[in-house]
């Protein structure tokens, strides 16, 4: 999810996913090892079949004695082979499609997948930071944490490639957006009615599907704009981003499609720019830095606009990658992908999005039309609300969201009803603040791309990696 830059701030798969079932496919990140094959179980059984009466005595007239008789019934038969145990990190179940299984299922051990390792250059670094960060490493990326981001991210790659498999012109993007929301509910195991739910795992913010101008925060649904009848086409530059945590593990992590091959370089671009990112960041990497080297290899391209015309990509400024939070999709740290004068530093045991958006327009945004969602202030102060529909409204946002962005649709799905007037009273005592879309100029087209990593003592995870992206 698009990070506002503080000056530009105005407002507050290991599966394959098909449709006949197939066997499960490892996923390219897994590093276990196959069971080792049961050889040769029954050979020695095999002589107990075979008669034994010529050695046993016999009487006079050649009939077996009382015990003879005893001793074959002893006889002992044939053991029967076990069935193979399955291995742990063997999938139990086959996905559906539309994903529909929760993914807890998969992993009966609850141990899920890492993603990404990438070894920091300097594994003998040792600074007082690391002393002083040892607190915050251990709740931030406790094992039990570690699981949960993994959780989320195995959650987030089958969810993604089901939305890839919808998003071809002629969808309407309400209908995608709901796909997307259904199929991350479905997936944790938590539909998110009841109070509370929501807060055990789901949606970390409304799905994002920003096309061509747009550059980031719209999502369809009351409040964005009147747009809500809008429909792929195949001139589009589609960007998908969607968060999805477990227990307020938040993995954030978006994508662009585009079904014209002249917005090839600049869906590479972006994709390369983002790796780039994710590949210098790490402990005590400085942002500043980052964002220049970010913005060097995402304006080393070029893209046909039409008619002949070729237009450099540009990297957006006013946008930036953001550290995360439990259940705050945005911390107080930025990553710009733009040369600038920050010196901030990553430090151990933080989590950050890296993204990236390259535009064929000026490279800037600003406001656009409607509200893309709503996120609790949790630095509001104590007010007292007058109106019983705010205060109504305040305790459904506690119980079903807390700090998460949320979006009117997803308000509605509650059954709340009659909310306008409460919600603009939450929002003009600062209690909630409401974001809207930033796009740049008419006729732009923006991709951005984004990866969520966990900088752990010894590596970086790249949690959110998959085989597409």
């Not at 499609?97 to 141990?111: A, G, H, K, L």
């Not at 690391?130 to 991210?153: G, K």
């Not at 409040?223 to 195949?234: A, P």
């Amino acid at each position: 999810m698009g990070s506002k830059s503080p000056e530009g701030h105005q407002q507050d798969q290991p599966l394959h996913i098909s449709k006949d079932p197939a066997p499960a496919i490892v996923p390219k990140f897994r590093n276990a090892e196959a069971p080792d094959d049961d050889l040769g179980g029954d050979d020695g059984d095999d002589d107990d079949d075979d008669d034994d009466g010529g050695d046993e005595p016999a009487d006079g007239d050649g009939a077996l004695s009382p015990a003879g008789n005893e001793k074959k019934k002893k006889k002992r038969k044939r053991s029967k082979k076990k069935p193979k145990k399955a291995s742990p990190n063997e999938d139990p179940v086959q996905q559906t499609d539309p994903p529909t299984i929760p993914v807890s299922n998969f992993y009966p051990n609850n141990t899920y997948l890492p993603g990404e390792i990438q070894p920091y250059p300097n594994l003998h670094r040792t600074t007082a930071e690391e002393t002083r960060h040892t607190t915050r490493l251990e709740s931030t990326l406790s094992p039990s944490a570690l699981q949960d981001f993994r959780h989320a991210a195995a959650v987030h790659r089958q969810v993604r490639a089901h939305a890839r498999s919808l998003a071809k012109p002629g969808v309407p993007l309400t209908s995608l957006a709901d796909a997307i929301d259904d199929s991350v509910r479905s997936l944790v195991g938590h539909p998110g009615l009841l109070p509370g739910d929501g807060l055990k795992a789901g949606l970390a913010f409304p799905t994002g599907l920003a096309l061509n101008e747009c550059a980031a925060h719209w999502t369809p649904g009351p409040g964005s704009g009147g747009r809500n009848d809008r429909v792929l086409q195949k001139g589009d530059v589609l960007k998908v981003d969607f968060g999805v945590h477990v227990g307020g593990r938040i993995v954030d992590s978006a994508f662009s499609l585009a079904w014209e091959e002249r917005f090839d370089p600049l869906l590479q671009a972006v994709r390369e720019a983002t790796d780039t990112g994710v590949r210098e960041a790490g402990i005590d990497a400085c942002v500043g830095e980052i964002g220049a080297k970010v913005q060097e290899v995402m304006e080393s391209f070029e893209v046909e606009a039409g008619k002949g015309k070729v237009v450099p990509v540009r990297a957006v400024r006013g946008l930036a990658g953001h550290d995360i939070r439990p259940y705050r999709i945005h911390g107080d740290k930025q990553v710009p992908f733009v040369r600038s004068g920050d010196r901030t530093r990553m430090e151990e045991g933080e989590v950050f999005a890296i993204e990236t958006f390259g535009s064929t327009g000026k490279g800037s945004v600003r406001d656009g039309a409607g509200v893309y969602g709503y996120g609790r202030n949790p630095d509001a102060p104590m007010t007292h609300l007058q109106l019983s529909s705010a205060r109504s409204l305040l305790k459904t946002i506690d119980e079903h969201f807390g700090t998460i962005v949320f979006c009117r649709r997803y308000l509605e799905r509650l059954g709340v009803e009659k909310y306008l007037l409460g919600l603009n009273s939450l929002v003009s005592h600062d209690i909630v603040r409401s974001y809207g879309p930033l796009n740049d100029i008419d006729g732009s087209h923006v991709a951005q791309f984004e990866h969520t990593i966990l900088l752990r003592p010894d590596a970086k995870e790249v949690v959110s990696r998959g085989d597409d992206y």
